[in-house]
T-cell receptor, first 113, second 110 residues
Framework: DGGITQSPKYLFRKEGQNVTLSCEQNLNHDAMYWYRQDPGQGLRLIYYSQIVNDFQKGDIAEGYSVSREKKESFPLTVTSAQKNPTAFYLC????????????FGPGTRLTVL | GEDVEQSLFLSVREGDSSVINCTYTDSSSTYLYWYKQEPGAGLQLLTYIFSNMDMKQDQRLTVLLNKKDKHLSLRIADTQTGDSAIYFCALSSNTGKLIFGQGTTLQVKP
């Protein structure tokens, strides 16, 4: 059963702590993306990676970091430098059809206490 | 850069048709997409249209593309309560990234 998984679904963090969100895909997709979604707003791109061992900053990369050591995995770390981290985080990957559509995971809701 | 605009809210009665609109500024996208997001979930790809097409129909969904006016629409026929969700239009870019609109919340009243 192919797809994108994100864990955990809900995450609580104390201020000043780093936290890592998991994103795994078994679709053999090369490109992967992290988005942040706030209520009433669209998706904002945090980081993306088009190939293993390479990634680029998106529109709101400050306070976040990523790694891409394996094709299947693209974890996102929310650092203590991110001033307003409470949000819904979505991971996506690009299909191999050539049409460029992205497929999304179920999301992780991060709440800073 | 590319700007994609959607109205924020649409309310319809069950059984009516819904039309969700999207306007954009850059006409270089090869593919344009519609996504659906149910509460607390990720985005689900509903349909897409190739930029050299004017219309695409898929069961209850009809996508219209007016390249001259840079306008994309999604029509849902016989709207059901299960269609209540946020709908996003998105455009492809030459960098591989997608450009998303802000999303339109569709409320379906029984």
């Amino acid at each position: 059963d192919g797809g994108i998984t994100q864990s955990p679904k809900y995450l609580f963090r104390k201020e000043g702590q780093n936290v890592t969100l998991s994103c795994e895909q078994n679709l053999n997709h090369d490109a992967m993306y992290w988005y942040r979604q706030d209520p009433g707003q669209g998706l904002r791109l945090i980081y993306y990676s088009q190939i293993v061992n390479d990634f680029q900053k998106g529109d709101i990369a400050e306070g976040y970091s990523v790694s891409r050591e394996k094709k299947e995995s693209f974890p996102l770390t929310v650092t203590s430098a991110q001033k307003n981290p409470t949000a819904f985080y979505l991971c996506a990957s690009t299909g191999t059809s050539g049409r460029g559509e992205q497929f999304f995971g179920p999301g992780t809701r991060l709440t800073v206490l | 850069g590319e700007d994609v605009e959607q109205s924020l809210f649409l309310s319809v009665r069950e059984g009516d048709s819904s039309v969700i609109n999207c306007t954009y500024t850059d006409s270089s996208s090869t593919y344009l997409y519609w996504y659906k997001q149910e509460p607390g979930a990720g985005l689900q790809l509903l349909t897409y249209i190739f930029s050299n097409m004017d219309m695409k129909q898929d069961q209850r969904l009809t996508v219209l593309l007016n390249k001259k006016d840079k306008h994309l629409s999604l029509r849902i026929a016989d709207t059901q309560t299960g269609d209540s969700a946020i709908y996003f239009c998105a455009l492809s870019s030459n960098t591989g990234k997608l450009i998303f609109g802000q999303g339109t919340t569709l409320q379906v009243k029984p």
